[in-house]
């Protein structure tokens, strides 16, 4: 999708402050709904922290659940990811890279049984895999999010997983059936397939050099 293409709402985020975009989400209503894409590496998951980060002191009484990703690195190599739950501030081992190292493995969270998760029938996604047991807890913190009614729920992200029914997915599809406000990170190759599945949806895309600003 281009400038000017009609079928999306959409915010080119390159052009707009993050003070813009969190006044157009305090300002909606409570069934508003968003996607956030951009390309490979464009920073959408750091982007949404800088979002919430930024909404929070303009709304403390806001209640924000949901999970956000952030890798792990060791020696400038993403060795895996954390998910955040955003409601409690808990953090866990959603994947890892599947050709590190077993000494590099038990390095990435000393308060993780890591060794535990590798005896689970876990998801294998290229060079990654992701752990079921996590996988169903962020889920779980994602329909938490929505039971409790929160004023907004963020999901780190709708990926080949979610797009094929599996996932995060039914986490998803059932925040998108309640009244919270819901912002979905997308991978741009999906974003024609999210938004088919979860209209009508906002999109607010963000360019690589976004993530610098």
Same mark, same amino acid.
């Given at each position: 999708?281009?400038?000017?293409? !009609?079928?999306?709402?959409?915010?080119?985020?390159?052009?707009?402050?993050?003070?813009?975009?969190? +006044? %157009?989400?305090?300002?909606?209503?409570?069934?508003?709904?968003?996607?956030?894409?951009?390309?490979?590496?464009?920073?959408?998951?750091?982007?949404?922290?800088?979002?919430?980060?930024? @909404?929070?002191?303009?709304?403390?009484?806001?209640?924000?659940?949901?999970?956000?990703?952030?890798?792990?690195?060791?020696?400038? +190599?993403?060795?895996?990811?954390?998910?955040?739950?955003?409601?409690?501030?808990?953090t866990f081992l959603l994947g890892m890279r599947k050709d590190i190292?077993?000494?590099?493995?038990? +390095?990435?969270?000393?308060?993780? %049984?890591?060794?535990?998760?590798?005896? +689970?029938? %876990?998801?294998? @996604?290229?060079?990654?895999?992701?752990?079921?047991?996590?996988?169903?807890?962020?889920?779980?913190?994602?329909?938490?999010?929505?039971?409790?009614?929160?004023?907004?729920?963020?999901?780190?992200?709708?990926?080949?997983?979610?797009? %094929?029914?599996?996932?995060?997915?039914?986490? @998803?599809?059932?925040?998108?059936? !309640?009244?919270?406000?819901?912002?979905?990170?997308?991978?741009?190759?999906?974003?024609?397939?999210?938004?088919?599945?979860?209209?009508?949806?906002?999109?607010?895309?963000?360019?690589?050099?976004?993530?610098?600003?």
């Amino acid at each position: 999708m281009k400038p000017g293409d !009609s079928h999306h709402d959409t915010v080119y985020v390159h052009g707009s402050t993050i003070d813009d975009i969190v +006044q %157009n989400i305090l300002a909606s209503t409570p069934d508003s709904r968003w996607l956030l894409t951009g390309p490979i590496h464009s920073g959408k998951s750091e982007f949404l922290l800088r979002l919430i980060e930024s @909404i929070r002191p303009k709304k403390p009484t806001w209640r924000i659940g949901g999970v956000v990703t952030r890798g792990v690195f060791e020696d400038g +190599q993403k060795v895996g990811y954390r998910a955040v739950n955003c409601l409690t501030g808990e953090t866990f081992l959603l994947g890892m890279r599947k050709d590190i190292p077993n000494s590099l493995s038990f +390095q990435i969270s000393a308060s993780t %049984n890591v060794e535990e998760l590798l005896r +689970q029938t %876990n998801v294998e @996604i290229g060079d990654w895999l992701l752990f079921a047991d996590s996988l169903e807890r962020a889920s779980n913190c994602i329909v938490e999010a929505s039971r409790q009614l929160c004023d907004l729920v963020v999901i780190d992200e709708f990926g080949p997983l979610e797009a %094929n029914g599996l996932g995060l997915r039914t986490a @998803i599809d059932s925040v998108l059936q !309640s009244r919270c406000r819901t912002l979905v990170v997308v991978r741009e190759q999906l974003l024609e397939t999210a938004h088919a599945l979860f209209a009508p949806i906002s999109v607010m895309r963000i360019f690589p050099s976004a993530s610098n600003t």
